[in-house]
Antibody, heavy 121, light 107 residues
Framework: EVQLVESGGGLEQPGRSLRLSCTGS????????VSWVRQAPGKGLEWLGF??????????EYAASVKGRFSISRDDSNSIAYLQMNSLKMEDTAVYYC????????????WGQGTLVTVSS | DIQMTQSPSTLSASVGDRVTITCRAS??????LAWYQQKPGKAPKLLIY???DLETGVPSRFSGSGSGTEFTLTISSLQPDDFATYYC?????????FGQGTKVEIK
């Protein structure tokens, strides 16, 4: 069974950094692309970014709203993807989800349960 | 970025009703569209991918159609478990974008 588990969320102050982890199990992690999505309280879904598999260069794409502040990386040997969030703002308060694809046909087939990040002084 | 517009934003319906939600893209996305269902406090769940392919395990009362810029999600006979918020998402080109959501409420 495909499982994705996010961790690393919590309370952080504005201007600080936080790194979220997404640990996969039940599949060969390195064979699939990973994306991150967030949802602010009471709001809709916002796609944040994507990392390709190593065979496709392991390159990344980002939403304009977080480009330059957020970065995604992966450690396939440990089946983990990371979302590094720098210069946190109060508006980054949200539940953060990682997702996995199933090739080109399905970009975000599988979702983790999410981890809550609260940015507040 | 491609803008995705869902309508309606809220829909009141009764059990057994046929329900249709529309999603329009600001430019052609072929059939690179997914539909998700989300219940309060839970992660979104994939229903439909590539505009019309039903995800394994999803009841057949859900169906998707469309291509280019106009898409629909249809629930043929609304069940109590279907009251939720539904999102469309394009994955034709980066940045991938979601619609604003359609909340299906009990009438």
């Amino acid at each position: 069974e495909v499982q994705l588990v996010e961790s690393g969320g919590g309370l952080e102050q504005p201007g600080r950094s936080l790194r979220l982890s997404c640990t996969g199990s039940g599949f060969t992690f390195g064979d699939y692309a990973v994306s991150w999505v967030r949802q602010a309280p009471g709001k809709g879904l916002e796609w944040l970014g994507f990392i390709r598999i190593k065979r496709q260069g392991g390159t990344t794409e980002y939403a304009a709203s977080v480009k330059g502040r957020f970065s995604i990386s992966r450690d396939d040997s440990n089946s983990i993807a990371y979302l590094q969030m720098n210069s946190l703002k109060m508006e980054d308060t949200a539940v953060y989800y990682c997702t996995r694809d199933r090739g080109r046909e399905c970009s975000q087939c599988y979702w983790g349960q999410g981890t809550l990040v609260t940015v507040s002084s | 970025d491609i803008q995705m517009t869902q309508s309606p934003s809220t829909l009141s319906a009764s059990v057994g009703d046929r329900v249709t939600i529309t999603c329009r893209a600001s430019q052609s996305i072929g059939t690179w569209l997914a539909w998700y269902q989300q219940k309060p406090g839970k992660a979104p769940k994939l229903l439909i991918y590539k505009a019309s392919d039903l995800e394994t395990g999803v009841p057949s009362r859900f169906s998707g159609s469309g291509s280019g810029t106009e898409f629909t999600l249809t629930i043929s006979s609304l069940q109590p478990d279907d009251f939720a918020t539904y999102y469309c998402q394009q994955y034709d080109s980066f940045s991938w974008t979601f619609g604003q959501g359609t909340k299906v409420e009990i009438k």
